[in-house]
C-alpha cells in the first residue's frame, strides 16, 4: 500500500540551528509530496510541495528535494527560528482524487 | 477571501450519540474532503466529495457517512458514538478536484469531538 514514514519526535533545537527532518514513502505510480505544517489549535497549512522527481519545493526558507532513487522527501531548514515550532507532516498523494496519505507527524521545538 | 469555515469548534457527546460537523469550503471550491485526526492513527483520510458526489471513500465504518450540498458546503455525520471517535475532524477544501491532477487543499480550523 502507500504510506509516508516520518521521524520520531521531538526534535528540540536552539535558535538558527540547523533543521533536517526525515521523510522516505513507499507508492504505487508516481506520487506528489507535500510538507503540511500544524501550529497549536489550528489546522493544516501547505509549507511545500513537489510535483515530480528531482522538484525542489521551498518557502519561508523551507526546502525539501523529491528523491525517486530514495524514495524520500527530507524537509530542511538553515536557520529555524521560534517561531518554527509546529509540528511537520510529510504527505502523497496519488492523484486519487484528492486523497492525502500523511506520515505520523514530527512535532519541532525552538528554544532561544 | 475566507478559508475553510468549520462548526462548531468544540464538541462534548456520550457514547451512542451521533452528531454532525459542519463544513464550509472557500469561495469557488467544489472539492471537499475530510480527515480524523487522532494520537494514536495520525490523520486519516475520511471521505471526498465532489459536485455533491462522494468520489473517494477511507476504510472507516459505515458509522461513518458524509453529504454535500449544491453550494458545496458538506457535513459529516457519526452515528452511535464510540469513545475511540475522540478526534479532531478537519475538513479542506479545494478548486477543482480534478482526477488525474492535483489540486491545492486547504484546511480549516477542525471540529475537536469528545466522546465520554
Known amino acids: 500500500g502507500n504510506s509516508v514514514t516520518q521521524m520520531e519526535g521531538p526534535v528540540t533545537l536552539s535558535e538558527e540551528a540547523f533543521l533536517t527532518i526525515n521523510c522516505t514513502y513507499t507508492?504505487?505510480?508516481?506520487?506528489?509530496l507535500f510538507w503540511y505544517v500544524q501550529y497549536p489549535g489550528e489546522g493544516l497549512q501547505l509549507l511545500l510541495k513537489?510535483?515530480?522527481?528531482?522538484d525542489k519545493g521551498s518557502n519561508k526558507g523551507f526546502e525539501a528535494t523529491y528523491r525517486k532513487e530514495t524514495t524520500s522527501f527530507h524537509l530542511e531548514k538553515g536557520s529555524v527560528q521560534v517561531s518554527d515550532s509546529a509540528v511537520y507532516f510529510c504527505?502523497?498523494?496519488?492523484?486519487?482524487?484528492?486523497?492525502?496519505?500523511f506520515g505520523t507527524g514530527t512535532r519541532l521545538l525552538v528554544s532561544p | 477571501k475566507a478559508g475553510v469555515t468549520q462548526t462548531p469548534r468544540y464538541l462534548i457527546k456520550t457514547r451512542g450519540q451521533q452528531v454532525t460537523l459542519s463544513c464550509s469550503p472557500i469561495?469557488?471550491?467544489?472539492?471537499v474532503s475530510w480527515y480524523q485526526q487522532t494520537p494514536g492513527q495520525g490523520l486519516q483520510f475520511l471521505f471526498e466529495?465532489?459536485?455533491?458526489?462522494?468520489?473517494n471513500k477511507g476504510n472507516f465504518p459505515g458509522r461513518f457517512s458524509g453529504r454535500q450540498f449544491s453550494n458545496s458546503r458538506s457535513e459529516m455525520n457519526v452515528s452511535t458514538l464510540e469513545l475511540g471517535d475522540s478526534a479532531l475532524y478537519l475538513c479542506?477544501?479545494?478548486?477543482?478536484?480534478?482526477?488525474?491532477?492535483?489540486?491545492?487543499?486547504?484546511f480549516g480550523p477542525g471540529t475537536r469531538l469528545t466522546v465520554l
Open positions: 479542506a477544501s479545494s478548486l477543482e478536484g480534478l482526477a488525474d491532477s492535483y489540486n491545492e487543499q486547504f
Open positions: 507508492a504505487t505510480g508516481y506520487p506528489s
Open positions: 513537489a510535483t515530480k522527481a528531482d
Open positions: 504527505a502523497l498523494s496519488l492523484r486519487s482524487f484528492q486523497k492525502l496519505v
Open positions: 469561495s469557488g471550491h467544489r472539492s
Open positions: 466529495y465532489f459536485s455533491e458526489t462522494q468520489r
